[in-house]
């Protein structure tokens, strides 16, 4: 895979490396800091990353088991948190083509509506079932502002290993 913003052909990426970031990521949402519109959402960020690199180790499936683990985490209803991620997940990569060949802040808006939708599933849903809308929850648009402000960070920290060089040869020009 090629990093276009760099140039830089990447080497591929180790499946422990994906799946230990996703249990990182997976932790720092069940750290008990409270639900306040200024915490991202860490996994939804790592799920998102990956189903645009590497689909075919991250798919919808395991979108929707992270998504069933959070519905249980935060007791909320079964099933909200897991159709929003594996939402996510498919339009990630279904638009993986058009956002890798993009800049990183220019990333960052294309996956912005991406976080909005998870943002705004929960509310959408509880409105449909109690006919009542939550108008505090609506500060997930600043969740999800958050996270695609964070998406250039995230593309660089996730994306480091595969940018080191195998070994150094001052002679090979690649």
Not at 38 to 66: E, S
Not at 109 to 133: D, K, N, Q, R, T
């Amino acid at each position: 895979m090629i990093d276009f913003q760099s140039g830089y052909i990447l080497r591929p990426v180790n499946p422990i490396f994906i799946y230990f970031s996703l249990l990182c990521a997976l932790l720092l949402n069940l750290l008990p800091i409270g639900n306040y519109s200024w915490v991202p959402d860490w996994l939804i960020i790592c799920i998102v990353f990956w189903n645009i690199h590497q689909h075919r180790y991250v798919g919808v499936i395991t979108a929707f088991i992270l998504g069933l683990l959070m519905d249980v985490h935060n007791s909320d209803l079964l099933g909200l948190h897991a159709f929003s991620y594996t939402l996510v997940a498919y339009l990630a990569i279904s638009w993986h083509r058009r956002i890798v060949a993009l800049t990183a802040p220019t990333q960052a808006l294309h996956v912005l509506p991406m976080f909005l939708l998870v943002s705004l599933c929960p509310v959408l849903a509880h409105w449909i079932l109690s006919g009542e809308i939550y108008w505090w929850a609506l500060t997930g648009t600043v969740q999800s502002v958050i996270e695609a402000l964070l998406w250039p960070l995230a593309t660089r920290v996730l994306l480091s290993p595969q940018r080191r060089p195998i070994d150094v040869d001052h002679n090979r020009p690649l």
